[in-house]
Nanobody
Framework: QLVESGGGLVQAGGSLRLSCAASGRTFSTTFMGWFRQAPGKEREFVAAVTWLSGITYYTDSVKGRFTISRDNIKNTVYLQMNSLSAEDTAVYYC?????????????????WGQGTLVTVSS
């Protein structure tokens, strides 16, 4: 089970930190990721982190602004989002995978959270 928190309303240029707490069979996790879906658009990859080694991946539009991290003890993954703009407005989803596939595609993930809304006002 994945439970996200930390979404909300923020002004452009502001920051938010999303959290995703995992419970259950976490020992087999290979990587965790964040995706987002804006109204009328497809779900898109944002960032991912490998669970053991902490290697990170980002989509180009968030590089330098967003940081993904994980706490293996707390079974939690975070997404620190800085310099937010209206284009970042979306529902953000946390996902976990026990596979060895690309972290950038939704079908690589086994479990998904319910999503948390991030709204950036311009």
């Amino acid at each position: 089970q994945l439970v996200e928190s930390g979404g909300g309303l923020v002004q452009a240029g502001g920051s938010l930190r999303l959290s995703c707490a995992a419970s259950g069979r976490t020992f087999s996790t290979t990587f965790m990721g964040w995706f987002r879906q804006a109204p009328g658009k497809e779900r898109e990859f944002v960032a991912a982190v490998t669970w053991l080694s902490g290697i990170t991946y980002y989509t180009d539009s968030v590089k330098g602004r967003f940081t993904i991290s994980r706490d293996n003890i707390k079974n939690t993954v975070y997404l620190q989002m800085n310099s937010l703009s209206a284009e970042d407005t979306a529902v953000y989803y946390c996902a976990s995978s026990s596979r060895l596939q690309s972290a950038r595609i939704p079908s690589s993930y086994d479990y998904w959270g319910q999503g948390t809304l991030v709204t950036v006002s311009s």
